[in-house]
């Protein structure tokens, strides 16, 4: 008996001493490996399988394979509350800048598309603008960070009531000045630039003029980010140009490249219909 326990643990010993062998072999360290392990996690969680992942780019971080989550919420609504699991499951162990860039992202989607109350909607953004605060603060110069950031805080300021949020405008016209000069050309940039004109009373800063102007500017750069046109037409409801409006609301329609097809699928296209609609007799 004693003789098979001993040649058991040799076994066992001799099973370990291949085993780092080969890791070692692959040129790998144990650390490695086991990052490997947790990219298989990712891969899982983003929806497929590792064979399912082979021959295409494999998601390598919770960030990344949240990402493609995001990418295809038009399929499944649910994929944007897996990617909120899986990003704050991430924050537990890590503090990477990709992290909290993309859980913000996925607290707006998570305010638009799948909350159903106010207070629902204001607590998504609210999670999204202290996990934007928290980017911003390590890494200043980050765009992406400042856009999610600054967005969340926007949106829960509009969705909480314009005259009840004044006492967001100053940080929101800092990030505003900041993405802007970090990026003369970013697109959220100048989309969230325009809402914030249109919607702030002129009294406080608000500015038709400047929104179009910044609504013009983020089409001329991505002539697809189909939301743009949908705020414009927005704009040009509000100053009663309907033919205007009723153009870039049937170029949202007819849009067959949208640079975000599960924003345009969920979001634009039905708020498109809708605004034709609510103009249909107006001349």
């Given at each position: 008996?004693?003789?098979r326990?001993?040649?058991?643990?040799?076994?066992?010993?001799?099973?370990?001493?291949?085993?780092?062998a080969?890791?070692?072999?692959?040129?790998?360290s144990t650390?490695?490996?086991?990052?490997?392990?947790?990219?298989?996690?990712?891969?899982?969680a983003?929806?497929?399988?590792?064979?399912?992942?082979?021959?295409?780019?494999?998601?390598?971080?919770?960030a990344?394979?949240?990402?493609?989550?995001?990418?295809?919420y038009?399929?499944?609504?649910?994929?944007?509350?897996?990617?909120?699991?899986?990003l704050?499951?991430?924050?537990?162990?890590?503090?990477?800048?990709?992290t909290?860039?993309?859980?913000?992202?996925a607290?707006?989607?998570?305010?638009?598309?799948?909350?159903?109350?106010?207070?629902?909607?204001?607590?998504?953004?609210?999670?999204?603008?202290e996990?934007?605060?928290?980017?911003?603060?390590?890494?200043?110069?980050?765009?992406?960070?400042?856009?999610?950031?600054?967005l969340?805080?926007?949106?829960?300021?509009?969705?909480?009531?314009?005259?009840?949020?004044?006492?967001?405008?100053?940080?929101v016209?800092?990030?505003?000045?900041?993405?802007?000069?970090?990026?003369p050309?970013?697109?959220?940039?100048?989309?969230?630039?325009?809402?914030?004109?249109?919607?702030?009373?002129?009294?406080?800063?608000?500015?038709?003029?400047?929104?179009?102007?910044?609504?013009?500017?983020?089409?001329?750069?991505?002539?697809?980010?189909?939301?743009?046109?949908?705020?414009?037409?927005?704009?040009?409801?509000?100053?009663?140009?309907?033919?205007?409006?009723?153009?870039?609301?049937?170029?949202?329609?007819?849009?067959?490249?949208?640079t975000?097809?599960?924003?345009?699928?969920?979001?634009?296209?039905?708020?498109?219909?809708?605004?034709?609609?609510?103009?249909?007799?107006?001349k």
């Amino acid at each position: 008996m004693r003789a098979r326990v001993a040649l058991g643990a040799l076994l066992l010993l001799v099973a370990s001493l291949d085993a780092r062998a080969v890791v070692r072999a692959a040129g790998r360290s144990t650390a490695e490996a086991s990052g490997e392990m947790a990219r298989e996690v990712a891969v899982r969680a983003a929806g497929r399988s590792t064979a399912e992942a082979s021959g295409e780019m494999i998601v390598k971080t919770p960030a990344e394979a949240a990402r493609a989550l995001l990418a295809r919420y038009h399929e499944d609504p649910t994929r944007i509350d897996r990617a909120r699991e899986l990003l704050e499951s991430a924050l537990r162990t890590e503090r990477r800048v990709d992290t909290l860039v993309t859980l913000s992202r996925a607290c707006f989607l998570a305010g638009d598309v799948r909350a159903k109350t106010p207070e629902d909607k204001l607590a998504a953004y609210d999670r999204g603008r202290e996990i934007g605060e928290r980017a911003v603060e390590l890494a200043p110069r980050d765009e992406e960070a400042h856009v999610w950031f600054a967005l969340n805080t926007g949106r829960w300021g509009q969705t909480k009531g314009v005259l009840r949020s004044l006492f967001l405008l100053p940080t929101v016209f800092r990030e505003l000045d900041i993405i802007l000069s970090l990026n003369p050309r970013s697109v959220r940039g100048h989309a969230l630039a325009g809402n914030v004109y249109l919607e702030v009373p002129p009294l406080f800063g608000g500015d038709r003029a400047k929104a179009e102007e910044h609504f013009k500017k983020g089409l001329e750069i991505a002539p697809r980010f189909t939301v743009l046109r949908i705020d414009l037409a927005r704009l040009y409801i509000a100053t009663g140009r309907y033919d205007e409006a009723r153009r870039q609301l049937r170029a949202v329609l007819a849009e067959r490249a949208p640079t975000s097809l599960a924003d345009w699928t969920v979001k634009d296209q039905p708020r498109a219909r809708e605004l034709l609609e609510s103009i249909k007799d107006r001349k």
